[in-house]
């Protein structure tokens, strides 16, 4: 299992063979996952990962190995199996690393409720309770899946610049998918709740009771929801919608990989090229945040898996494009530093540019101070079916709970209507945004072999003038 | 044919059984896979991963537990705490066991020449070649080469060993004006592999030319859609997981209460066999059941849902060697050939739209089948039976089910397709013309 002496004899030997640098990253992960369906423990799955993985760069190439064997001989097989790969890559255009200076820390995330200490009964009961909550209200419900995890995570991580890190982490997730039955009609949604720490993460979702009333609430809008008349409106999006166009259309957009291309084939381009830095995409309300520091957020980390301080950007700032996220091979490219944006979703990916905690800044606006005034406008509170293209352009979400506001009053609620918006349209529409900032958790996707990592997307409530809405 | 590690997987199966297991199941996984990841023309890394995962199965009572170590750890040590943890679980009402007796495989097949690849950067090079001959100004993709080994061995009977090997490369060709192209070669074999025929296709898909200089605005509305196989194995890999018969029980698929209906013309028929031609190739499922070729869709009419042991029971049939422990899964989806062709199809579209690829694809509600994706590469405006020019910008949002009743026309030829999450499920998929698509776009 993970030794960090072995690790730097791992790191020592991959640099003692002629590499501009090395790194060598370890892991112990322990998860375990439940999943409940319709009320029945169907399966429990402990699973204990253990394992390292070696990356270099010579002359300008990269190659990378991993294994699951801590053995002296493991770790020089897998140095040189890195170097060859590197060796192979016959790279014209070199690549660097950025210059970062070595860093030697231990974190541990805080957690006030262990996680390790809990028998599985208790916590097959706090998921029966969560299903009971769903199933009294009484309404039919044919299909509930609750899934649920645990994640401890120890990680070393040690490289040539002298840099030794080690970690405590501890992932706790729960999702659930429900289907409701309703008068021949029919509505599925999904929750996800994320945090870092330990079982106090019950105190905070309050997913009993919020899964109830999401299920009443759908109950309700197929009851008497009704099709929106398709036209512009003025529309109000919740913090769950401002915050999943932040991830999408902002966080996605600016990661420096996809914008050099690193990405193309796969999870795709972005629209911003690197010379856009300055220009204005959106009105002054469009600050958009990704911070990996705010703690107890699903996307949460003090170093990245480069050793690199996670810090604070702005990359949409008051609308115009501010700061890309960087890795140290994409900041040395745009001659930049690492803001600390590098990720792997386990010990044998590389890792890569991604987001943490991404949010629309909130403004300065009460929430019913945004809405007193419209006329004819569409609230629309939360997103079910979402999706944008490969270069970060349209993107289209569909309301999961939303009503009309007529005359400053929040009325009728609506049918699954359609926002489907160009990215400046999106930006360039939002003259309001209340003070409050509201959060939500995701697994986003990314990289090949795709790693989902765990982020926050966030905002708050903020009001788009003169979109288009259809059924 | 066996290994070690099917002598070691029946030794913790004994040592289970010892402990106070009703049941065990051991599954050992050794690979040693690689990628090669490029972008720009050039090789950004070159990864090697090697790894020995043991899974634990577990009953005892009726509870169930899984645990999956790597082999660094102490397997029997986890199977005893694994066998202790029963005792915090509730009974699975649901468990209905796993597949019990003495099993017969197809012997095994598998490619030595890809567990010989030294340098795989000559298959990369080919196909960059393959693309930039043909017109293409950049190109980005991916090269995977899997060398993989399965021991399994349970206490109800079943034993075997498996081996598989594969190669998938996957290529992205950028054009001129936005243009792009994607198109993958996959394959058991390396002698199927065709880097730079994959490489020229991609290419050629950027622009058709010589159409590439005219460019339409083609607008929300209804369409006649033809599919490239990119796009069919992209809905076809959402459908196959439909069929899961867990799927059935959690209310997440169009075919709940389908089964003997018509949910297609009587000129589709989907398959799930996971052979020895195809990427996902294996001779037993997860609980050691003997692979075997599923019609679960034949001539328009559903036939059944994949199984394990445990929903097989519960449905009154007998498993279609699907497991999945927890859950049924499709291996790899056949689709029956047509009779047209790529050419005819066009032919044949008065006013209609040509999608070489798609992804991002999700649903509102999985048993409606209401969804939307998002075409991506280059995509065409067919006005009266020709290729009128390029478009972009348009969202296929409609409903899954309808999609697959307004299925028009199938080619005779099919692909091979698997490329990221987008096409989860590998499959044979062929070019598709579906009447009457709803396309939508942003404002």
């Known amino acids: 299992m993970i030794d960090e002496d072995y690790l730097k004899n791992i790191n020592e030997y991959a640099e003692g063979m002629g590499v501009s ?23 429990v799955v402990n699973s204990f990962s253990s394992g390292f993985n070696v990356k270099v760069n010579v002359n300008g190439n990269i190659g990378f190995a991993s294994t699951d064997l801590w053995s002296r001989e493991e770790g020089v097989k897998i140095s040189d199996i890195a170097i060859r790969n590197a060796k192979y890559a016959k790279r014209k255009n070199k690549i660097n690393m950025d210059d970062e200076k070595a860093i030697r820390d231990d974190w541990s995330v805080n957690i006030k409720k262990k996680t390790l200490d809990m028998d599985k009964s208790d916590i097959i009961e706090l998921l029966t309770d969560i299903n009971k909550a769903i199933i009294d209200t009484k309404i039919k419900i044919p299909g509930i899946v609750i899934m649920f995890s645990i994640e401890d995570i120890y990680k070393v991580i040690v490289n040539s610049n002298g840099t030794n890190i080690k970690s405590k982490d501890s992932k706790i997730t729960l999702f ?100 856009m830095l300055g220009t204005q995409i959106g009105s002054e309300y469009a600050t958009v945040i990704d911070d990996p520091t705010i703690e107890n957020s699903y996307g949460y ?53 991604r987001m943490s905690s991404t949010y629309i800044s909130p403004g300065d606006w009460e929430k019913d101070d945004i809405i007193k005034d419209i006329k004819n406008g569409v609230y629309m509170k939360s997103f079910t079916e979402w999706n944008i293209d490969d270069w970060r352009f349209n993107q289209k979400y569909v309301a999961r709970e939303a009503y009309y506001i007529k005359n400053g009053e929040i009325c009728e609620p609506l049918k699954r209507c359609v926002l489907e918006i160009t990215t400046p349209n999106f930006w360039k529409s939002i003259d309001a945004a209340s003070k409050e900032l509201e959060w939500n958790s995701a697994m986003c996707g990314k990289g090949d072999p795709e790693q989902g990592v765990p982020v926050f997307t966030g905002g708050p409530t903020i009001r788009l003038q003169g979109v288009y809405l259809y059924d | 044919m066996t290994d070690e590690s099917t002598e070691q997987s029946e030794k913790y199966v004994n040592f289970a059984l010892k402990n106070g297991a009703d049941e065990a199941l051991i599954i050992i996984d050794d690979s040693h ?99 930039l001959n043909n017109g293409a100004k950049s190109v980005g993709g991916t090269l995977y080469i899997y060398n993989m080994k399965r021991s399994l061995s349970s206490s109800e009977g079943p034993c075997g060993f498996d081996k598989s090997t594969g190669v998938s490369l996957s290529i992205r ?32 898909i950027t622009t058709l030319q010589p159409y590439k200089q005219t460019k339409i605005e083609a607008g929300a509305g209804i369409y006649d859609v033809i599919l490239s196989p990119m796009f069919t194995g992209s809905l076809i890999s959402n459908i196959s997981e439909m069929i899961s018969a867990f799927s059935v029980e959690v209310g997440q698929t169009i075919f709940i209460n389908k089964l003997n209906e018509v949910v297609a013309p009587d000129f589709v028929t989907f398959s799930d066999y996971a052979d020895d031609g195809v990427i996902s190739k294996r001779i037993f499922d997860d609980e050691g059941y003997p692979i075997q070729k599923t019609k679960w869709l034949e001539k328009g009419i559903l036939k059944t849902y994949l ?41 044949e579209t008065k006013h209609g739209l040509y999608f070489t690829n798609t992804w991002y694809t999700r649903y509102q509600n999985m048993y409606t089948g209401d969804f939307s994706t998002i075409p991506r590469d280059s995509m065409f405006v067919i006005e009266n039976g020709e290729i009128a020019g390029r ?44 009447k009457n698509v709803h396309i939508t776009t942003s404002r």
């Open chain 2, 33 to 131: 896979n690689r990628q090669v990841r490029f972008s720009k023309n050039e090789i950004d890394i070159i990864n090697d991963w090697i790894s020995e995962t043991i899974t634990i199965y577990i009953t005892k009572n009726k509870k169930q537990i899984i645990t999956t170590v790597s082999r660094a750890d102490n397997a029997e040590e986890r199977i005893k705490q694994s066998i202790k943890q029963t005792d915090s679980l509730n009974e699975n009402i649901n468990y209905n066991g796993i597949a019990k007796g003495s099993m017969k495989y197809r012997n095994l097949v598998y490619c030595r020449d890809i567990e010989k690849i030294e340098d795989p950067t000559d298959i990369v090079d080919e196909a960059i070649n393959g693309a």
């Open chain 2, 173 to 204: 060709a950028f054009g001129q004006d936005d243009s792009s192209g994607h198109w993958v070669s996959v394959t058991p074999n390396l002698n199927e592999l065709n880097p730079f025929e994959s490489g020229k296709k991609a290419a050629e």
């Open chain 2, 307 to 347: 199984h394990n042991t445990s929903t097989a029971k519960r449905f009154n049939v007998n498993s279609t060697g699907n497991a999945g422990l927890i859950e049924p899964t499709p291996f790899f989806t056949y689709m029956d050939a047509g009779d047209s062709t790529l050419n005819e199809m066009i032919k």
């Open chain 1, 301 to 353: 980390f003090k170093y990245d898996d480069e050793g690199v301080r996670g810090v604070k950007k702005f990359l949409y700032n008051k609308g115009k494009i501010n700061d890309f996220l960087h890795n140290r091979e994409s900041a040395a490219k745009m001659n930049k530093k690492s803001n600390g944006s590098s990720r792997a979703a386990s010990y044998d990916l590389e890792d890569i540019v």
């Open chain 1, 176 to 275: 659930a998918y429900i289907s409701i039955a309703e008068n021949n009609q029919s509505s599925q949604f999904y929750k996800m709740y994320g945090f870092t720490g330990g079982m106090e993460a019950f105190d905070v979702w309050h997913a009993d009771e919020d899964l109830k009333n999401e299920c009443i609430i759908q109950k309700k809008i197929l009851d008497n929801g009704v099709s929106i008349k398709p036209q512009k409106y003025t529309v109000v999006c919740g913090p769950e919608v401002s915050g999943i166009a932040a991830h999408e259309s902002a966080g996605h957009p600016m990661e420096a990989d996809r914008i050099l291309g690193r990405e193309i084939s796969q999870a795709g381009g972005s629209f911003i090229t690197a010379e």
């Open chain 2, 391 to 434: 478009c972009k910008s348009l969202r296929v949002s409609d409903n899954i089910a309808s999609l697959l009743k307004n299925i028009e026309l199938i080619s005779k030829d099919r692909y091979q397709i698997q490329w990221w999450g987008e096409a989860r499920i590998p499959s044979l998929s062929p070019y598709l013309k579906i």
């Open chain 1, 21 to 43: 640098f090395a790194s060598a990253r370890g892991e112990n992960r322990k998860t375990t996952n439940y999943l409940l369906k319709n009320g029945v423990i169907e399966s």
